[in-house]
């Protein structure tokens, strides 16, 4: 292998760049073996694809595709201009890797927007969710098996995680929840940025005037996958569903000539009920008014 900068290596009889993950702990190599047998058994657009190991001085390294955007996090900090069509396109394909990662009985518990990366292929962004030293079999919380462990990234945990309460896949729908809040937002999930109630949950009240001209449908879905309630949160396939949905709206709503919505601007507007009646239980009804041409 030829080694490129930031761990990349080149494949010498087939050129192939690939990502090279190393593994620099005697301590560690039990983990390291647990996430590659993982990722050896997931195979979709959407999860970074495992390619092989290699041993170097007794050590286990994993080899994934090479990923040539950075990570999500990355990419909402630049000065790119992100259309909603675009942030709602990196939205789903999260949604749906997820989705079939939860069908294959795995969960994340490390689901945030530095693991989430991303490819450029000319001009279009596709996201793949990667890191997955912390995953675990989804659990039957109702059997009242062994209380997992508190883990993950701090700002994207989930509530019932924090709490050192018991938990299941619904933990990675709240940390998407967050994550999606940094997409509308373009703001960290540091809490002195993005703000949260005492109780770790989203201060919907406060966030809600910080998202402009954000689609409700995709404002209305944060909220939702950030529900207290992990029961009341929406699995990814629903949330899949909803976005595709709202991408497909958007889609149509650039193809309509730009003078239709300026027609009798006041009295020819649509107006949502507010937000008030979607917002999900136990959670702060927002006081902004929702309007659409």
């Given at each position: 292998m030829d080694e490129l900068p930031c761990s990349n290596v080149r494949h010498r009889?087939?050129?192939?760049?690939?990502?090279?993950?190393?593994?620099?702990?005697?301590?560690?190599?039990?983990?390291?073996?647990?996430?590659?047998?993982?990722?050896?058994?997931?195979?979709?657009?959407?999860?970074?694809?495992?390619?092989?190991?290699?041993?170097?001085?007794?050590?286990?390294?994993?080899?994934?595709?090479?990923?040539?955007?950075?990570?999500?996090?990355?990419l909402l900090d630049s000065n790119l201009y992100l259309p909603w069509t675009v942030r709602v396109k990196l939205a789903y394909d999260i949604a749906v890797g997820l989705s079939y990662l939860h069908f294959k009985g795995i969960f994340h518990r490390d689901l945030t927007s530095k693991n989430c990366l991303i490819k450029r292929d000319e001009n279009a962004y596709s996201v793949v969710v990667a890191?997955?030293?912390?995953?675990?079999?989804?659990?039957?919380?109702?059997?009242?098996?062994?209380?997992?462990?508190?883990?993950?990234?701090?700002?994207?945990?989930?509530?019932?995680?924090?709490?050192?309460?018991?938990?299941?896949?619904?933990?990675?729908?709240?940390?998407?929840?967050?994550?999606l809040c940094e997409v509308i937002a373009r703001i960290q999930a540091d809490p002195d940025y993005l703000p949260r109630t005492e109780n770790f949950g989203l201060d919907y009240d406060t966030f809600q005037h910080m998202v402009g001209d954000c689609p409700p449908d995709f404002l209305q879905l944060t909220f939702n996958c950030c529900n207290?309630?992990?029961?009341?949160?929406?699995?990814?396939?629903?949330?899949?569903?909803?976005?595709?949905?709202?991408?497909?709206?958007?889609?149509?709503?650039?193809?309509?000539?730009?003078?239709?919505?300026?027609?009798?601007?006041?009295?020819?507007?649509?107006?949502?009920?507010?937000?008030d009646e979607k917002i999900p239980p136990k959670s702060p009804c927002p006081r902004r008014t929702i309007w659409l041409s």
């Amino acid at each position: 292998m030829d080694e490129l900068p930031c761990s990349n290596v080149r494949h010498r009889a087939s050129g192939q760049v690939m990502a090279l993950k190393m593994n620099t702990l005697s301590s560690n190599r039990a983990n390291m073996l647990k996430e590659i047998q993982l990722m050896n058994r997931l195979s979709h657009p959407n999860i970074l694809r495992f390619m092989g190991v290699c041993v170097h001085q007794g050590q286990l390294h994993a080899l994934t595709e090479y990923i040539n955007a950075g990570n999500l996090e990355q990419l909402l900090d630049s000065n790119l201009y992100l259309p909603w069509t675009v942030r709602v396109k990196l939205a789903y394909d999260i949604a749906v890797g997820l989705s079939y990662l939860h069908f294959k009985g795995i969960f994340h518990r490390d689901l945030t927007s530095k693991n989430c990366l991303i490819k450029r292929d000319e001009n279009a962004y596709s996201v793949v969710v990667a890191a997955f030293g912390l995953a675990e079999k989804i659990p039957d919380i109702s059997m009242g098996r062994e209380k997992l462990a508190v883990v993950g990234s701090p700002f994207w945990m989930a509530p019932e995680v924090l709490r050192d309460e018991p938990y299941n896949e619904k933990a990675d729908v709240f940390s998407y929840g967050i994550i999606l809040c940094e997409v509308i937002a373009r703001i960290q999930a540091d809490p002195d940025y993005l703000p949260r109630t005492e109780n770790f949950g989203l201060d919907y009240d406060t966030f809600q005037h910080m998202v402009g001209d954000c689609p409700p449908d995709f404002l209305q879905l944060t909220f939702n996958c950030c529900n207290m309630d992990p029961k009341l949160r929406p699995s990814f396939v629903e949330t899949g569903k909803n976005l595709e949905e709202i991408l497909n709206h958007l889609q149509e709503e650039e193809l309509q000539p730009t003078t239709e919505g300026l027609l009798e601007k006041g009295s020819g507007m649509k107006r949502l009920s507010s937000l008030d009646e979607k917002i999900p239980p136990k959670s702060p009804c927002p006081r902004r008014t929702i309007w659409l041409s």
